[in-house]
């Protein structure tokens, strides 16, 4: 009888684990059936998140903490991006894709590559201050783009393509900046760019697409005024950064960029100096710096200057709330 009773508990528990296993491998299932879509970096994860909800798994190749100028990819990264449909780029010479965007598509030829960059005016790196460019929406509003007839495929975006592949390095004068997304206007241009390659690879939810990229639109246009408001009288001042990743948004509303960072290296004593005499000269009492980067520079000009450093970061994820934070940031900082 115990020997009989012991069987039946001994059936009972395999009954139980073979279950557990048919209910996991029903969810990995489900869930791999969803259309991945890989991007770059977080912002545009979030911008796609935003467009398409729950209906695609989004990997993100420059992980958060990490530096997308020098990132290298893993093994298993390479292997989940086998998996994915469709691939984002951030299209506008950022050093992560000059490196790694051919091993990517060597890696899955068959994917959607999708240039978020398209229809954005790239603005030209300058070694210490920006923000002299005319920077005109008008010549590329998204809302002016059939971004819903474009062919993803084939954008080649000669206006740029040059700068993406002879620049080993983003950061040297005269070089394309790439960090387009700090502005939440090109960052529109960026989602219509998205919502269009979600659409190609799955028609089926395009209505649902179309909404939730109106509303997210929407939120975006909500942020620029909002900025505007938190900057209101701002304009013309000067801002000290590290790495130059605000020109975007400086040259957006009316600020001037000074960095750090020279060429992508650190300052001389020279341009050390250099850098005193500009913050005093603006009365600039906040040296802004990001997360993964020297502070050191920084610091020793804000010992100088009697200056506070404040950390801000261009690679958040949580985007809108972001672009609040920062806000709050320059307005505090700026004289």
């Excluded at 997210?216 to 013309?236: P, V």
């Amino acid at each position: 009888m115990n020997k009989l009773i012991m069987l039946l508990v001994v059936f009972l528990s395999l009954g139980l684990v073979i279950t557990s296993g048919c209910v996991d491998s029903q969810e990995v299932s489900a869930s791999s059936d969803k259309p991945v879509v890989a991007v770059s970096i977080l912002p545009q994860a979030e911008f796609v998140e935003k467009v398409a909800g729950d209906q695609v798994r989004v990997l993100v190749m420059v992980p958060q903490g990490a530096d997308p100028h020098t990132y290298e990819i893993t093994p298993g990264q390479l292997r989940d991006l086998s998996k994915a449909q469709m691939y984002v780029k951030v299209g506008s010479g950022l050093d992560f894709e000059n490196v790694w965007m051919d091993r990517l598509i060597a890696q899955n030829s068959g994917m959607l590559i999708v240039d978020s960059s398209s229809g954005i005016k790239l603005r030209t790196m300058e070694a210490h201050s920006h923000g002299d460019e005319d920077h005109d929406h008008d010549e590329h509003d998204a809302e002016a783009h059939d971004h819903e007839e474009h062919d993803h495929e084939e954008h080649d975006h000669e206006e740029h393509d040059e700068d993406n592949h002879t620049h080993s390095h983003t950061h040297a004068a005269g070089a394309k900046d790439p960090h387009i997304w700090t502005s939440p206007l090109e960052a529109k241009i960026m989602v219509n760019n998205i919502y269009a390659g979600l659409v190609q690879i799955d028609p089926d939810n395009k209505d649902l697409y179309m909404q939730n990229r109106d509303a997210y639109l929407a939120e975006l246009d909500g942020a620029d005024a909002m900025i505007r408001e938190t900057l209101s009288g701002k304009e013309g001042s000067s801002f000290i950064v590290y790495h130059p990743s605000w020109g975007y948004f400086a040259d957006e509303y009316g600020l001037v960029e000074v960095s750090v960072e020279i060429e992508g290296k650190e300052p001389s004593a020279k341009d050390m100096q250099r850098l005193i005499d500009t913050a005093k000269e603006k009365n600039i009492t906040v040296i802004f710096v990001q997360p993964g980067f020297s502070a050191t520079s920084a610091k020793s000009i804000a010992s100088e200057i009697n200056a506070e450093v404040v950390a801000i970061d261009p690679l958040a994820k949580d985007y809108i709330d972001n672009l609040a934070k920062v806000s709050e940031a320059f307005a505090k900082g700026l004289a």
